[in-house]
């Protein structure tokens, strides 16, 4: 049985990082964990483009957008959805989740969710770079990872006989 997965070597791959304006105090720790993932795995910072969107909903459509282009190997996507006083933030936060989700299968590029969806602020802290992690950092490396493995798949396709 030949088993295959996508290795952690970023040299010579793009990413698209999407940061979402609203609640840009995690969004700003998730993309330095995102961008500080990447280079730490090969990943010229010259590799990594920064496209900001106002806030979580309106991510699906730059995601298209970016993968219109084909330039990119995998697209990132950060922000932040905090649970308000009332259920605005499924809305918003499912939404978001099925048009990423789509844009991936669609365009056949990875498409990381590194949207947080969390009850209060001190939530969204702890998983920007706190004690829960830096779930930027982990969006990062499942694009670079899957990214990768896609690459894999492709070299299998080409050498067919």
């Given at each position: 049985?030949?088993?295959?997965?996508?290795?952690?070597?970023?040299?010579?791959?793009?990413?698209?990082?999407?940061?979402?304006?609203?609640?840009?105090?995690?969004?700003?720790?998730?993309i330095q964990g995102a961008t500080d993932t990447l280079a730490r795995h090969g990943v010229s910072f010259t590799?990594?483009?920064?496209?900001?969107?106002?806030?979580?909903?309106?991510?699906?459509?730059?995601?298209?957008?970016?993968?219109?282009?084909?330039?990119?190997?995998?697209?990132?996507?950060?922000?932040?959805?905090?649970?308000?006083?009332?259920?605005?933030?499924?809305?918003?936060?499912?939404?978001?989740?099925?048009?990423?989700?789509?844009?991936?299968?669609?365009?056949?590029?990875?498409?990381?969710?590194?949207?947080?969806?969390?009850?209060?602020?001190?939530?969204?802290?702890?998983?920007?770079?706190s004690k829960a992690g830096n779930k930027g950092a982990e969006a990062a490396l499942a694009a670079l990872e899957?990214?990768?493995?896609?690459?894999?798949?492709?070299?299998?396709?080409?050498?067919?006989?």
């Amino acid at each position: 049985m030949r088993t295959f997965q996508g290795d952690m070597i970023g040299s010579g791959l793009r990413f698209a990082i999407i940061g979402s304006r609203f609640n840009e105090l995690i969004t700003g720790k998730l993309i330095q964990g995102a961008t500080d993932t990447l280079a730490r795995h090969g990943v010229s910072f010259t590799d990594m483009d920064l496209f900001w969107a106002p806030g979580a909903w309106e991510q699906p459509v730059v995601a298209k957008e970016i993968a219109l282009t084909g330039k990119y190997d995998a697209i990132i996507c950060l922000g932040a959805v905090i649970r308000g006083e009332t259920t605005h933030h499924e809305y918003v936060a499912g939404e978001a989740a099925k048009g990423l989700a789509h844009i991936g299968l669609e365009h056949r590029v990875p498409v990381a969710f590194g949207i947080l969806t969390c009850d209060n602020l001190e939530q969204a802290l702890m998983r920007s770079g706190s004690k829960a992690g830096n779930k930027g950092a982990e969006a990062a490396l499942a694009a670079l990872e899957t990214a990768n493995l896609i690459k894999e798949i492709h070299s299998l396709e080409a050498n067919k006989d």
